[in-house]
């Protein structure tokens, strides 16, 4: 019995070693793509002066939710500058991006196909289990392998752990939309994409806004982690101070990506349940709006 | 018979609808004799072989207990639903087996739905939701803007165009839902439970506006309903399901004079009888009836004859031309006249063959004869003494059936005799009303 041993690790990486050489061109473009995209919006989030920076940042945070949020983003992010984590907190904040919105754009096409079609549903079901459960750090492996040291194999292993919520929430939320007026939306004659253009998504919606969500504050975790695979950011800093058992530098990391969550956390989850901050600027133009006299009314009252 | 198919709005024909695994052969199964509950265990027959016509401008109701079968039956009727075998046949075109895209231009054009929970999109204004059906049929903004601020108004919500619909009441949610499905402009209206979501009174008002709304543009309409009162006050004809199966479709009052089995009996005990049966369901043959040239003592024979203190008098066309008293009649006959010309008063309470009895209380309590009935010509057709019409609302008996008269009270000539040749009582008489005055 000591002996026996399956090498599934072995025939993985063979595997794996295969998909490199035979899809090399693919794997080159993405990497290529990827750190571009990357580098040139942390280059363009720096080219941007830090007061002005952080006055965008603040405002973001009224329009979805409140004045308060703003204060708290202005005064965090100005200490983030303070303990000299600006820079790495911004290539961060691109990697989470840039990695949150691929994800979303993968997840919410899956999360309606399975929505709407059972045997999806029940192939994909497993595979997703099979990401999330999977320690985050071994998508490193192979994703090194694949697109070599740097940026890329980060925001590569970020997408595909923080993949899943994504696509169930939309699963859920599509099948959670209330079937009556799904049918509706048949009843009238509508073609299966209006009725998924205008109903099923906007009703599944705040669902749909609960999983980016989670797969921001998961892209941000795992953005952490990508510093072993040599992104540059937070995370490197943090593989830096470990390197180094510097204290300070690394409690200054960790606090910069403290600040960068609790910011994210609170502009996606108020985009997710917009009737729940009263105060916002989005808010106030929509009441603004809805106060606005319909035609009608107007044209009774002026014949009064 | 190309005749009778253009007067028919939609049909259904030996429609099922099973739900589970093998649902064919459980249609199979069902058509060579198998009942429901033997398939229980391995499928759901929601509806068997059900089969009816709906005439254009009717409402036909579909009534039974839940679970009976209705909403899958009505979602097959605009195809929301396959049936699992027969047809469905809206205004001469049959949906089963059609394309997706044919089936989405039927539904735009000749059926809309209202449904049980209102089914509106919460994130649009009333006015949104009321320009759906035109908006997806591709109709310019404003034209459809316009259309729908004319029906907003007609169903009573003119001024909340810019609400969203969880800023309504329920009952107001629901004029939203009737009117979506009237911007449509389709020719049939399906109804799930539409007034079942609200309470009462606000229900009775809905009911009484669709009934207006029906008269005005004559739509088609299928309504679905649990509440035998709803299907009597709504239904031109009743389709009563039981277990997935259609088992009496009728008019009101055939559904509750003479129910097919004892299940639609059952269902029928505890119906507003007052508000369902007509004048017309319960009168009976008029026989103190005198023609107008008849002379004072026929007329007096005749209310003799059948003990009434009254005769109504008819033309020759029997058009109801007034009511003789006896009184009037005896001094005709003292001073010697032969014409009851002079004597004919107007009849203050004739009532029509299509009143409710609910309105008949009122004319029977003030008429001091039975109640005259007459036609849309006139013409007296019948009468409603008030045993009549307290024996109608009873359960159990057949309204039109034989009666008991009860027995009639001993001529005043009689009883004064006997008080005149004996003493007289301790206590003093107290005086009551005309014996001779029929119930
Ligand atoms: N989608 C479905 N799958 C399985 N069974 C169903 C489905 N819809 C309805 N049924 C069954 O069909 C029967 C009829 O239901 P339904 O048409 O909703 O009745 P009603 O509208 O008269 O209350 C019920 O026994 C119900 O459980
Ligand atoms: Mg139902």
Known sequence: MEDFRIPIGEWIETVLDWIKINFAVIFDGVGTAFSALIEGLTDALLAVPEPALILVFALIGWLVRSWQLAIGTAVSFLLVVAMGQWTPALQTLSLVLVAAIVTIAVAVPLGILMARNATASAILRPVLDFMQTMPALVYLIPAITFFSIGVVPGVVATIIFSLPPGVRFTELGIRGVDPERVEAGHAFGATPGQILRGIQLPLAAPTIMGGINQVVMLALS??????????????????????????????????????LAIFLDRVTSALGAPGDYRSSILAILRRRRANRPSGAEVTTRARV | MNENSSSIALSAKNVYKVFGKKPQEAVRRLKSGTSRSELAGHATAAVIDVSFEVKKGEIFVVMGLSGSGKSTLIRMLNGLWEATSGEVIVDGTSITGITPAKLRQVRSEKISMVFQHFALLPHRTVLDNVAYGAELRGVPRSEREKRAREIIELVGLAGNEQKLPDQLSGGMQQRVGLGRALAADTDILLMDEAFSALDPLIRREMQEQLLE???????????????????????????????GRVVQIGTPEDILTD?????????????DRARVLTAGNVMERPISVVAEGAGPRTALRAMRDTYSSAVYVVGRDRTLRGIVRDRDAIKLVQKGESSLASIIRPVPQAVSVD???????????????????TDDRS?????????????????????????????????????????????TDAAPAVHGSDPKEVH
């Open chain 2, 379 to 423: 013409r007296l057709v019948g009468v409603i003494p008030r045993v009549t019409l307290l024996a109608a609302l009873g359960p159990g008996t057949t309204a039109t059936g034989e009666l008991t008269i009860p027995q009639q009270a001993v001529p005043t000539t009689v009883i004064d005799e006997l008080l005149a040749s004996g003493e």
């Open chain 2, 259 to 271: 129910p097919a089995n004892d299940y639609v009996e059952q269902f029928v005990q505890d119906v």
């Open chain 2, 213 to 243: 709304l029906q008269e005005r543009f004559g739509k088609t309409i299928i309504f679905i309903t649990h509440d035998l009162n709803e299907a009597m006050f709504l239904g031109d004809r009743i389709a009563v399901m039981r277990d």
């Open chain 1, 222 to 259: 795992m953005a952490v982690i990508a510093g072993f695979g040599g992104a540059d950011g937070a995370g490197k800093e943090v593989v830096a101070a470990i390197s180094t058992l510097n204290v300070a530098r690394g409690v200054e990391a960790g606090l910069s990506v403290v600040v």
């Open chain 2, 355 to 373: 009143d409710v009895l609910l309105d008949l209380f009122v004319p029977a309590i003030e008429s001091e004869v039975p109640l005259a009935v």
